[in-house]
C-alpha cells in the first residue's frame, strides 16, 4: 500500500519534471549534419522541407500524442498545443499533402531508432543521450 | 494490387490483435467521422430538404476513410471513400476522390486521378470537420460550385519566398456525371412540383484552373481561377461557358482565428438556368480560450445575373454564433446557431422566399 502510494506520488510528479526536462535533438553519428536551428527544425517536422542546404535528406521521428516530451516539443519548437497541432495534420493528411511523422513509444526507442538509421532525426530528453547518437542542438 | 490487398488485410489483422502500428510499413489507414444534428424554428426547409423543423441528422453526418502507401520513394497513393446520407435517405459511400503522386522534384509533385480541387480554402478536406471552427463552412461561398473533384491532373509546384511558402497549384481535367440540385425555380418546366428536391446529372469538360496560395507560420492568402463548359442532356444545355473567381485569406494568430472569402461565377446561355450568376462573401472571426473556440460568421449571397440572363439569382444574409469545444486531442464538439434572412424576394437557400429563419446546429467531429 506504502509502495502504492510512494507510485501514485511519483507519477502525478512525472509530467512536472518532464516539462522541465531539456530536449536534445539527435542524429546518428554518421548523419552528415553537425547543426540544425529551430526555424529548420520547425519546417522538417511540419512536413513542409525534408532537405537542408548541403542536400541532407532527414526523416523526422516523433514521440507519442500525449506524452510529455511530445507536448514538450510541440511547444517550444512547433509553437503548437497538442491540439492544435492534431488539427494541423488533419488538415494535412486528409487533403494528401503528407503525413504526421511516425510516432515512437518512448525515448528508448527513439534513441534506438535514431542510432542504427543516418536518414532519421529526432528528438529525446537531455538524459537519456548516450554516445550512439550525436546532438544537434539542446533546447532549454 | 492483389499483393498490396493482402498486406491491407494482414495489417488489419495485426491491428485487430494489438500488433505494432507500424508492421506494414507503407501503407496508413485514417479516417474521420462528423455526427451532426440540425433544427431550424421554421416550416420551410433548406433548398436540399436536410434542415427542416425537426431534428435531422442528415445535413452534417458523415464518414470517411482515408488509404495512403508509398509505393517507392517517389511514388505514392491516396484515396478517400466517402460516406453521406446527404442526396437522399440512404447512406451512399462513394470513392470521393484518390490519385498517385509522382514527386518529380523537391519542390514539384504531379498528380494524376481524382482529385479533390482546391475552389476554396478548406476545399481540400471540407469532409473534415475536424479541420476547420464551423460545423460547415458558409454556404453562402461553399455551395456555388458543386463540383468538387476532377478526373484529370494537377501539378503541385512550391517554392520559398523569405519566410513565405508559395504554391502554384494549375489543373485540367473533367467531371462527368455531376449531380446538381435542380433550383425551384426550374422544377414545375420539368413537370415536378415545387418543395421537391431533386438533383440532376451535368458534365464538366475542358476544365482548367489554377490554384495560387502564400502560406506562413500564421496566415494564408489564396486565390484561383477556373473555366469549364457544362453540359446536361436531359435539359438541353450544351457546352456552355462557366468561369469561376476566387480568393481568400485566412489567419490563427495568438489565439486569434479568422477566414474570409470571395466568389464570383459567370455562366452563359441555358445554363444559367440551373447555375444563375452569383457572388458571395463570408468573414469569420473567432478568439481561442483554452479548450474553446468561440467564433462568429456574417456570410452574403448575391445576385448577379444581368437582366436578360434566363436564372434566378438567389440573396441571402445569414449571421452564425458558434462555439467549438475540443475533447482532448482529436476530436471536437461544435454549437451554432444561424439567422439566415433571404432578400430581394428571392428564397435564398431555402425551398420558398421565407422571413428569417434560426438554424440550430450540434454536431461532434473526430479523426482516427
Excluded at chain 1, 3 to 22: D, H, K, S, T, Y
Excluded at chain 1, 107 to 131: F, K, T
Excluded at chain 2, 173 to 191: H, K, S
Excluded at chain 2, 231 to 254: C, I, P, Q, R, Y
Amino acid at each position: 500500500m506504502k509502495n502504492m502510494l510512494i507510485l501514485l506520488i511519483a507519477l502525478a510528479g512525472l509530467p512536472v519534471f518532464a516539462a522541465r526536462a531539456e530536449l536534445a535533438i539527435i542524429v546518428a553519428p554518421s548523419t552528415a549534419l553537425d547543426s540544425i536551428n529551430r526555424e529548420q527544425l520547425q519546417r522538417l517536422y511540419l512536413n513542409r522541407a525534408s532537405r537542408f542546404p548541403n542536400g541532407v535528406r532527414l526523416i523526422p521521428v516523433d514521440q507519442k500524442t500525449g506524452s510529455p516530451a511530445q507536448a514538450e516539443f510541440a511547444e517550444k519548437v512547433l509553437g503548437k498545443s497538442a491540439t492544435e497541432l492534431a488539427k494541423y495534420w488533419s488538415r494535412r493528411m486528409f487533403s494528401g499533402k503528407g503525413h504526421p511523422p511516425r510516432q515512437y513509444r518512448d525515448d528508448d526507442e527513439v534513441m534506438q531508432q535514431v542510432a542504427e538509421s543516418e536518414d532519421l532525426i529526432g528528438y529525446v530528453d537531455a538524459a537519456s543521450v548516450d554516445d550512439r547518437v550525436k546532438v544537434l542542438l539542446q533546447i532549454p | 494490387m492483389n499483393k498490396r490487398f493482402y498486406q491491407a488485410v494482414a495489417a488489419a489483422v495485426l491491428l485487430a490483435h494489438g500488433g505494432c502500428l507500424f508492421a506494414i510499413e507503407n501503407i496508413e489507414f485514417n479516417g474521420f467521422l462528423t455526427v451532426g444534428a440540425t433544427r431550424s424554428n421554421s416550416s420551410v426547409d433548406s433548398q436540399n430538404g436536410n434542415i427542416k423543423d425537426s431534428i435531422n441528422f442528415d445535413q452534417d453526418t458523415r464518414v470517411g476513410v482515408q488509404v495512403s502507401a508509398d509505393i517507392n520513394a517517389r511514388m505514392s497513393v491516396t484515396a478517400q471513400l466517402l460516406g453521406t446520407n446527404r442526396e437522399d435517405d440512404n447512406f451512399d459511400t462513394t470513392f470521393d476522390w484518390g490519385y498517385i503522386r509522382y514527386a518529380l522534384s523537391e519542390n514539384v509533385d504531379i498528380r494524376g486521378g481524382k482529385i479533390k480541387f482546391p475552389t476554396f480554402l478548406v476545399s481540400d478536406y471540407i469532409e473534415v470537420g475536424y479541420a476547420y471552427p464551423w460545423i460547415r463552412p458558409p454556404a453562402e461561398v461553399y455551395s456555388s460550385n458543386p463540383i468538387t473533384a476532377i478526373s484529370g491532373a494537377d501539378v503541385l509546384y512550391r517554392a520559398r519566398l523569405g519566410s513565405t511558402d508559395l504554391l502554384v497549384q494549375p489543373y485540367f481535367g473533367t467531371a462527368n456525371d455531376q449531380d446538381a440540385l435542380v433550383p425551384q425555380e426550374v422544377l414545375p418546366a420539368l413537370g415536378l412540383a415545387p418543395g421537391s428536391v431533386e438533383y440532376e446529372n451535368f458534365d464538366a469538360k475542358d476544365m482548367a484552373g489554377i490554384n495560387i496560395a502564400l502560406s506562413n507560420d500564421f496566415a494564408t492568402l489564396r486565390a484561383g481561377y477556373l473555366q469549364t463548359r457544362v453540359s446536361a442532356s436531359a435539359f438541353g444545355v450544351k457546352n456552355e461557358d462557366v468561369t469561376f473567381w476566387s480568393a481568400g485569406a485566412s489567419m490563427d494568430w495568438h489565439n486569434i482565428i479568422a477566414y474570409t472569402e470571395y466568389f464570383q461565377r459567370d455562366i452563359d446561355g441555358l445554363a444559367n438556368a440551373f447555375f444563375p450568376n452569383q457572388k458571395g462573401w463570408y468573414a469569420t472571426l473567432g478568439y481561442r480560450i483554452d479548450r474553446f473556440l468561440p467564433h462568429l460568421t456574417f456570410a452574403q449571397l448575391l445576385d448577379d445575373n444581368s437582366n436578360n440572363d434566363p436564372g434566378t439569382g438567389l440573396e441571402q444574409d445569414s449571421v452564425t454564433l458558434g462555439v467549438r469545444y475540443e475533447l482532448g486531442t482529436g476530436a471536437a464538439l461544435k454549437a451554432e446557431v444561424q439567422r439566415a434572412e433571404p432578400k430581394s424576394g428571392t428564397r435564398g437557400l431555402f425551398m420558398e422566399p421565407t422571413d428569417d429563419v434560426t438554424i440550430y446546429s450540434v454536431a461532434v467531429d473526430v479523426i482516427f
